[in-house]
């Protein structure tokens, strides 16, 4: 059927020429190893249909049993949780009291996962305490009777997710005593969640989480699972604080996968709904990830009214939809009543929604293993599938389909990020004292290098020394509270014309999406900033329906604060280290949805936002000006132009969005004499972004210089230069000499060359 369907749209003249490439990836076979196991649970897994164990599940659970702190990354479908239930379950077999808990990064995750768990138990014997199930779940969701009874009588294995870890169990602690003191083993599931901002968060809270293990007498083994990423082992290193053995070669069997990459003539929103409808049509169960919440609905109401014959087959998916609707369309899905489902990367993560034959992607995800991540979701009982990747006119989009080897020779990005981040430490380090107090010998923090972060935080009151010399508590009450772990910086509440709180901004997010007149989206509808209380933190919003969106206008000026290291190649000067960035918004431009035509400007008088960051900066020699200059190219607009793509190329080498990233050029740096372009983390502190790209910037700039080179636009458009995000409206810029920059920096790569 698949095959068949591949074949229809390549040979139809209208969809077949916006294909830029078709691949066929061959079926692998299955391999096995044996491994001894309990009895009950090996009946049980029996019954399930699973004989035999294929050889990364039996690598990983003999490393487990040998007391290892394991990571495993294995493609979707693979039988990851297997090689930390089993486990769990023996050591439940051999020991009734032992405890384990369990972490994912989103709720939803959970339920998918607890079910299968307490049927393996209820299986083999293990029942709840109480009115309890053997594993249950303790997270937002969990109503407050619930959760008293989970602490009461503390089931064998508890799910849960960061932030209640953070605020509910790390703050706590006290009540979950008999969980903590029998605590053997801890799964963190979808480790390439944790990536930075959020991940560095993570990190410290679990670093907190470990001390407090230590408190209760328990030292429990850590277990992660990962989508396919360049550096596994390190950044579940990087999150815990403790050594890890990876298990990446994978012995589940795959079935084969035709990959098609496309170029839309007609629109990629348009193209993605021909296709959708004619894989619902022709028997394919199909999935359409797309980029937005707003496209996401969008998509799923234009397919509605193309195809009214298929309504009741298909459903948009994504975050912002209450629990119950979203358990709603995964059993739908897993069913099979559903044959469609659009969705934002809510459903990438690993809920089983059964067995799925098509995957299109509204847009290249942004990174190879978000993509090979979405094309998990289908193929998944081992038959042909089929994944179709439309690009956007994105810079990003448009290098990928002119270069799928980057997607099918599988080089991963890494994950990064940033444990010892200092604007995070202030942070953390009072709720670490809060729940057991620091001391000199700390087993988990370095309090002898941390000591100036110290004597700060306690000449601020936010800590308080011992008086028995090397100690400290905390100086507030509840530290936690007060500590937002996917965001940095202090939050302001989105509010809407009911007080309703619909969202949270941090950072210089408050500024560039929530100055007044600022279109916000939520759930699919829009909203008109009023008023921005800086005093308050609140952005109040009132609803909206216009046919535009706005982009921020702002004037940057950067200051190096720390020069870390430095590269010299032949005469060029490279550099990382900390910066300051001061920014300020001055203005917005309306545009339309669809055209990105500008439809009016707009001044405002906005405070100065100043941050503290890690960046890399490249020093342009004045041979390079002066060449630049000869031929007749804008020197303003080359740096300007490079500096875009330069951006762009990123998330090529390291799991971040452009958003994630910020940049600023010059044609004259007063403190260096020369022109300047300088890339940063877009968060206080820095999060490891520039860091990760600074030690490949070879690799860097050779993807940057082909993207530009790969686009046929004669003057810069937002598949090359232009950014859709650009603080002054993408002016100026000089595409050809952003070309002659980056061919001289390859070149200065190039021992070859003169």
Known sequence: MVKRFVEYIRSNPLIGSQIT????IPPKEPLYADLPIHKRLKESLRQRGIERLWSHQVEGIKLVRSGENVVVMTPTASGKTLIYNIPVIESLLEDPSTKALYIYPLKGLEQDQIRNLNELLHDVGIEGVGKLSP??????????????????????????????????????HPKWEGFLRRLRFVVIDEIHAYRGVFGSNVSQVLRRFRRICERWGSHPQFIASSATIANPDELAGRLVGLPFRAVTKSGAPLGGRHFIFMNPIEGPYTLAIRLLIEAIRGGLKTIVFTKARKVTELIYRWCTRRAPDIVKEISPYRAGFLPSERREIEKRLFSGELSGVVSTSALELGIDVGGLDCCILVGYPGSVSSTWQRAGRVGRHGEDSLVILIALKDALDQYIVCHPERVLQQSFES??????????????????????????????YPVQRLRPLLNELTKAGRLKKGKRGDIWFSGIK??????????????????????????????????????????YLHRGRQFRVEELLLESRKIIVREVDVNYYTQPLSVEETEILEQKDHLRVRQFNFYWGRLRISQRIIGYERRHIYTRKRLSRH????????????????????????????????????????????????????????????????????SIGSPCIFIYDGYEGGVGYCRHVFQTLREWLSATHRMVEDCNCDGGCPSCVQDPQ?????????????????????????????
């Open 603 to 670: 001044l405002l008088e906005m405070p100065e936002y100043i941050f503290d960051t890690e960046g890399l900066w490249m020093v342009i020699p004045e041979e390079i000006k002066v060449e630049i200059c000869a031929r007749g190219l804008d020197l303003a607009g080359t740096v300007h132009a490079t500096e875009h793509v330069c951006i762009s190329a990123m998330p090529l080498f390291v799991l971040c969005e452009k958003m994630d990233i910020g940049g600023h050029s010059y044609t004259l740096f007063q």
């Open 478 to 519: 509840m530290p936690q509270r007060s500590v937002e772990i996917r965001g940095i910086g202090n939050l302001f509440r989105v509010i809407d014309e009911h007080g309703n709180t619909i969202g949270e901004l941090d950072g210089m997010r408050v500024y560039r999406e929530g100055h007044p007149g600022a279109i």
């Open 726 to 754: 650009c603080g002054s409206g993408n002016q100026p810029l000089d595409k050809e000499g952003a070309k002659t920059l980056l061919s001289f920096l390859i070149s200065a790569f190039n021992p070859h060359s003169s």
């Open 21 to 24: 490439s078709y691949h066929y």
């Open 135 to 172: 594993a249950e779940v303790y997270d937002g969701d969990t109503t407050p009777y619930r959760r008293r009874k989970i602490r009461e009588w503390l089931p064998p294995v508890v799910f849960t997710n960061p932030d209640m870890l953070h605020l509910a169990i790390n703050a706590f």
């Open 415 to 444: 994950v990064v990020i940033d444990p010892d981040n200092e604007v995070l430490l202030r942070k953390h380090l009072p709720c670490a004292a809060s729940e057991v107090y620091l001391r000199k010998d700390d087993s988990v």
